[in-house]
T-cell receptor, first 112, second 114 residues
């Protein structure tokens, strides 16, 4: 069965600094990969998705993610973080059988 | 997320009581899902439904029940058999079929024990 690991529980970055959130997946075939963001007390909002093709995908709010098959990774990046990016971020993998697995999440704090 | 309505936003349960969480959608999506979210554990699937009058257990279905009598509605009942119901509950919808289609989420219901 597929699984997702987000190694960092909590990350703090300064406003304006670059950001990279790590995601590793376990799945035998080419996975479908997603990043979601959750503000406190809210649902999850889709940031971006990877199905196939170009391994660098662009999402909303200036985020991008790169699929690296050799490393089983799908890390999320942003060149310059804004205070409004403070939230919890979830990586998820789908396996083509209506089964989506979520990582445990990474909480992002942005310092002024 | 637009088109998915979860209610109530906050809910309190007494010992031995069943409570029902509502999830309604107007986006005509076939698939609907219920997740439980606990701090540090991500989302865990409780139940899902791909068509009306059919639903499947997820990873943590014990102590929960669902129905899918209408395409638009997928209510979740937290029964008295669920001994640790305090959590944030999220409803999601999807186009169904293969899971290359992302799920879209409601704003959640926070359930607490009185």
């Amino acid at each position: 069965a597929q699984s997702v690991t987000q190694p960092d529980i909590h990350i703090t970055v300064s406003e304006g600094a670059s950001l990279e959130l790590r995601c590793n997946y376990s799945y035998g075939a080419t996975p479908y990969l997603f990043w979601y963001v959750q503000s406190p007390g809210q649902g999850l909002q889709l940031l971006l998705k990877y199905f196939s093709g170009d391994t660098l995908v662009q999402g909303i709010k200036g985020f991008e993610a790169e699929f690296k098959r050799s490393q089983s990774s799908f890390n999320l990046r942003k060149p310059s973080v804004h205070w409004s990016d403070a939230a919890e971020y979830f990586c998820a993998v789908g396996a083509g059988n209506n089964d989506m697995r979520f990582g445990a999440g990474t909480r992002l704090t942005v310092k002024p | 997320d637009g088109g998915i309505t979860q209610s109530p936003k906050y809910l309190f349960r007494k010992e031995g009581q069943n409570v029902t969480l509502s999830c309604e959608q107007n986006l005509n999506h076939d698939a609907m899902y219920w997740y439980r979210q606990d701090p540090g554990q991500g989302l865990r699937l409780i139940y899902y439904s791909q068509i009306v009058n059919d639903f499947q257990k997820g990873d943590i279905a014990e102590g929960y029940s669902v129905s899918r009598e209408k395409k638009e509605s997928f209510p979740l009942t937290v029964t008295s058999a669920q001994k640790n119901p305090t959590a944030f509950y999220l409803c999601a919808i999807g186009r169904g079929g293969s899971s290359n289609q992302p799920q879209h989420f409601g704003d959640g219901t926070r359930l607490s024990i009185l």
